[in-house]
């Protein structure tokens, strides 16, 4: 329940960047027309693509790609099972 009320906080103003953390659950995605940034942070790549243009993949605190959503998940999932 506190989720919820969260997102619906979250999503009811009108912020120029939102931070928005996987927990939300934030499988609606017009919110993301309110903010002029929305910084997702998760390790859901079903909602990275659902929700993403574009892609930071940070590790050990180091930006290892940065750039449109799918050419960077590739990198992401081929270093993940140690194709990359």
Not at 27 to 49: T, Y
Request: negative net charge.
């Amino acid at each position: 329940m506190f989720q919820r009320l969260a997102f619906a906080i979250a999503t009811e103003i009108d912020p120029e960047i939102l931070l928005v953390d996987e927990s939300l659950n934030a499988d609606d995605a017009r919110f993301v027309q309110k903010a002029k940034a929305v910084i997702l942070v998760s390790h859901d790549i079903s909602i990275v693509k659902e929700l993403c243009t574009r892609v930071i993949w940070l590790k050990k605190g180091q930006i290892i790609a940065d750039g449109p959503t799918q050419p960077v998940l590739d990198r992401y999932w081929a270093d993940l099972h140690g194709l990359g």
